[in-house]
C-alpha cells in the first residue's frame, strides 16, 4: 500500500466543550481534546457513552448544543459538514450498489467538479493504496466485506481530507477479516500520516491503532493517553475494567504504602501483597486483576483457592471462569489444562494487581467487584 497522496496541511484540531443534547438527554457532555495533525486518535467506550455522537458532532451531520471546534485558527462547527473537508467511513461502507468501484471512489471528486483526467489519476492512485486495481470495473456486491471496506477507506482518503473520521468501519467483519484490515489501517496511517479518529467500543482494537485513546463514560472522558499508559496506569475501577482488568474484588488494606510500594490487602480471610501506583492509606478498596495474571500455585503469598465452573479452550490457554471460597465470580485464563468442577489454587504477583480507593472506585464497577454467586464451595 505505497501511495503519494499529498497530506493535507492541520496543525491541530481543537474540541472546546462541545456538546449535544437530544432533548432533556445530554449525549456529549463538554468533551475538550486538542488533537495535532497527523495523530491517530481513538474514542473507544460502550454503546451510549457518546463516541458516534462526537463524531457525527465533528463531520457536520449534528449541530453542537454548545462548545465549537476549530481547525488550525478557523472555526469550523458553524460550516456545513461539505465545507469541512473530511473524509468519512461509514460502519456499513455506504457504497452506491449500481456504481462501479471506479465511480464509488471517485464520486466526490466528481460532485467537487474535479477534470476527469485529474479524477481518474487519483481514483487510480486510491485504488492502488488499496490494492483494488484489479476490480476497478466490478459492482459493490462481488467483492468481499472487506474489500468494500477499503473502497470505502479509499474513496474517503482520495478526498485529500484534512481529516478523516471512521465509525467502527470493522465491526460487519468476521474475526480474520478484522484483524487483516486493522493493519491496513495502520499501514495506511503510517504511509499518510493523515489526522485520523477512530470511534470503536473494542479496546484491542484502540490499543492496537491509535497513537492515543479517548475512554469515554456516560458522555464524558474518563482519561486520555498513549495506549500503552491507558493500559497499564488506568485512572479508575471503570477504565480499569474497559482494558482487560475483569476481576475486581471488594478488599481491606492493612498497610499504608511501605517499602518499594508494597501494600497488604485482605478479603474474606485471604490476605495479599499488593503493589500500589501511588501512596495510599489503610481502609477499604478495590483489587484489579486480569485474568491472564494469574497462574497454578501460590505466587509471592499471593493465592487463592478457587473451583472452575466453566472452562472454554481458546488454543494457548484455558479460560476458566470460578467462583472463590467467599462466593466471589472470578475470571482466569491459564495455561496448565484444568477441568470443570476442579479445585485449584492460584496466585498472582503484586506487581500485577492495582488499587482503587475513593473517587477511583466507579459505582457500577463497585457494586460488580461485591456481587457473589450463591453457591460456595466448601
Known sequence: ?????????????????????????????????????????????????????A??????LLPLSEGAIWADDVRIDTL???KREFGMVFQNYALFPH???????????????????????????????VDLQEHASKLPGQLSGGQQQRVAIARAVVLRPRLVLMDEPLSNLDAKLRL???????????????TTIYVT???????????????????????????EEVYNRPINTYVASFMGFRNLFSVETTSSTGQQGIVGARSHGNSFQVTAQRPIQAGRAIMAIRPEDF?????????LRVRAVVVEFSGHT??????????????????????????????FSPYSALLFTGDECSDDVVQTAAAVQVEVFS
Do not use: W, Y
Open 55 to 60: 463524531l457525527s458532532c465533528l463531520a457536520g
Open 99 to 129: 456504481l462501479s468501484i471506479r465511480d464509488n471512489v471517485g464520486f466526490g471528486l466528481k460532485v467537487r467538479g474535479v477534470n476527469k483526467q485529474e479524477l481518474r489519476a487519483r481514483v487510480d492512485e486510491a485504488l492502488a493504496m
Open 80 to 82: 456545513p459538514s461539505e
Open 1 to 53: 500500500m505505497n501511495s503519494t497522496i499529498t497530506k493535507p496541511e492541520l496543525g491541530q484540531l481543537r474540541l472546546q466543550g462541545v456538546t449535544r443534547r437530544f432533548g432533556p438527554v445530554t449525549a456529549l457532555d463538554h468533551l475538550d481534546l486538542t488533537i495535532e495533525g497527523g495523530e491517530f486518535i481513538a474514542l473507544l467506550g460502550p454503546s451510549g457513552c457518546g463516541k458516534s455522537t
Open 201 to 227: 467500543h473494542d479496546q484491542e482494537e484502540a490499543l492496537a491503532l491509535a497513537d492515543r485513546v479517548v475512554v469515554l463514560r456516560r458522555s464524558k472522558v474518563d482519561q486520555v493517553g498513549p495506549p
Open 318 to 347: 484455558f479460560v476458566v471462569e470460578g467462583v472463590t471460597e467467599a462466593g466471589e465470580v472470578i475470571h482466569l485464563r491459564l495455561k496448565d489444562r484444568v477441568s470443570a468442577g476442579d479445585t485449584i489454587e492460584v496466585g
Open 180 to 194: 487483516q484490515m486493522r493493519t491496513e489501517i495502520r499501514r495506511l496511517h503510517q504511509s499518510l500520516k493523515l
Open 295 to 303: 497462574q497454578l500455585g501460590p505466587v509471592d503469598g499471593n493465592s
